[in-house]
């Protein structure tokens, strides 16, 4: 069974740092496009960003130039570096898998979330 684990969520202060990770078992992790999204409280949940098989990256606006997203094959992992944070970046942060990378969804898969909070 496909399991996505993420972890380092935690309370940062604005302008702190974090770095998320999810690991992913019982899947050929280098073909799936992998993904980070954010569901704030009374809020609907938001793409953050994602990575496809081939590496390239996507970014919702209100995170480029502060988050990244970088991918380990070997490792199975995914990850999250979150630069710069803010108040507005608190949220329960989910991991996801798709696959194919493009075109109808055959198969997704959701972690399930690690809190951020950005407070002083």
């Known amino acids: 069974q496909v399991q996505l684990v993420e972890s380092g969520g935690g309370l940062v202060q604005p302008g702190g740092s974090l770095r998320l990770s999810c690991a992913a078992s019982?899947?050929?992790?280098?073909?799936?496009?992998m993904g980070w999204y954010r569901q704030a409280p009374g809020k609907q949940r938001e793409l953050v960003a994602t990575?496809?098989?081939?590496?390239?990256?996507n970014y919702a606006d209100s995170v480029k130039g502060r988050f990244t997203i970088s991918r380990d094959n070997g490792k199975k992992t995914v990850y999250l570096q979150m630069n710069n944070l803010k108040p507005e970046d608190t949220a329960v942060y989910y991991c996801?898998?798709?696959?194919?990378?493009?075109?109808?969804?055959?198969?997704?898969?959701w972690g399930q979330g690690t809190q951020v909070t950005v407070s002083s």
């Open positions: 996801n898998a798709v696959f194919p990378d493009f075109g109808r969804v055959v198969y997704e898969y």
């Open positions: 019982e899947m050929v992790f280098r073909i799936y496009r």
């Open positions: 990575i496809n098989s081939a590496g390239a990256t």
